[in-house]
């Protein structure tokens, strides 16, 4: 007991000596005035932080502000033509189907996989709906519903062949690409097919805010994916697949459950834009659908380069779009060729590859 009490007064005793020197600043023991500066001076500070934000700007808008550039000079050069809202609104309204499918593209390359049979599906979905509706006489959304379907279980079968068998990804979609187109071509007789029904065309292209209503489509599919992605587990698990399959196993993450639902999200996905596109044009040739491939693959890789440098982005993906199509257009409103398509989506592509891999080899060195 009596140790007890001398340990107590022992504690006081010492307590009251520190704040003692605390308050007459004796002594090694620390002090709020003559605690070192925890960082450096505050004009190195605002220095760094103004580097900082230009390399943040550099390295995640470069992109918009070369868009931004290009948009300027056309202005200056054709203000008549370039600068009217008309050419606004064919930008930004004429490119709802490449923007569903470079988000069908980007839903499975975010988890690691590849698949080029989406241009094929979305021709599937196309052809299907004017087959059924404007030669059998089946009603619309049937027919709609139907071309789902069908789209979604090509997706089915892609997941089985590359999650169930493991074959390789690139072979499998290349080979169901290839098939869907043909069974299309043996819908539709190799030729063009057509549907006319109004409130169908209003699908896709019905007023709103002077733009096309699948404009919008297209911008609420780029945030609800980014809102999966960044805010929900499953985006988590997603990109945790994308990045290391193995480690993502290893992690209890339902790996092959990931991609093969990536596949069948992917393939519904590519068959929303075969419905807007038949809805927009009122008809589908089965044979062009390979051409949309290109620029859906070079946008999402180009879209790497912005936003979130080194990985797959919808909203990097939905910027690389519309600059794409906005140095097209002035080129086309400046009188080239329809040729120069081609050649701005594959030089696109090759440069946003490149692009992804150099900011890939950088994160890595970092």
């Not at 340990?7 to 090694?28: E, P, V, W």
């Not at 505050?42 to 868009?67: K, P």
């Not at 189907?97 to 980007?106: D, P």
Request: aromatic letters at 10%; charged letters at 10%.
């Amino acid at each position: 007991m009596r140790d007890s009490v001398s340990d107590t007064a022992a504690a006081r005793h010492s307590t009251d000596d520190d704040a003692a020197r605390r308050t007459a600043g004796d002594g090694d023991a620390p002090t709020p005035s003559s605690a070192p500066p925890a960082g450096p001076p505050v004009g190195v500070v605002g220095g760094g932080s103004a580097r900082a934000l230009l390399h943040t700007i550099a390295s995640r808008y470069a992109l918009v502000l070369v868009w931004l550039a290009v948009a300027l000079l056309y202005y200056l050069i054709m203000p008549d033509t370039f600068g009217t809202w008309g050419a606004v609104r064919a930008i930004f309204g004429g490119q709802p189907v490449l923007v569903f499918l470079a988000m069908s593209a980007l839903i499975t390359l975010m988890v690691g996989e590849f698949d080029l049979s989406i241009a094929s599906i979305m021709g599937l979905a196309a052809t299907v709906v004017p087959v059924l509706a404007g030669l059998h006489g089946v009603n619309i959304w049937v027919a709609c519903l139907a071309a789902l379907a069908a789209c979604t279980l090509v997706g089915v079968v892609n997941a089985f062949f590359v999650v169930r068998l493991d074959v390789s990804s690139l072979v499998v979609t290349l080979g169901t690409g290839t098939l869907v187109i043909g069974i299309s071509q043996a819908m539709s007789s190799s030729n063009v097919v057509s549907v006319r029904a109004e409130v169908f065309s209003d699908l896709a292209l019905y007023p709103v805010l002077g733009m096309p209503v699948s404009f919008f489509y297209g911008l609420a599919l780029a945030l609800g994916i980014a809102y999966v992605m960044g805010y929900t587990p499953l985006g988590r698990h997603m990109l945790f697949v994308g990045a290391n399959r193995e480690v993502a196993r290893l992690a209890g993450i339902r790996v092959n459950r990931i991609r093969a639902g990536a596949y069948i999200v992917a393939s519904f996905v590519a068959g929303l834009a075969g419905l807007i596109l038949v809805s927009t044009l009122g008809g589908f040739d089965s044979t062009t659908s390979s051409q949309f491939l290109l620029p859906a693959l070079a946008a999402v890789f180009l879209g790497t380069a912005v936003v979130q440098p080194g990985r797959f982005n919808p909203i990097g993906t939905l910027i690389a779009i519309y600059f794409l199509w906005t140095g097209i257009f002035g080129l086309q409103l400046l009188g080239f060729a329809g040729w120069i398509q081609n050649v701005f989506y594959g030089a696109g592509l090759v440069v946003a590859v490149a692009l992804a891999k150099i900011v890939r080899n950088r994160s890595t060195a970092t």
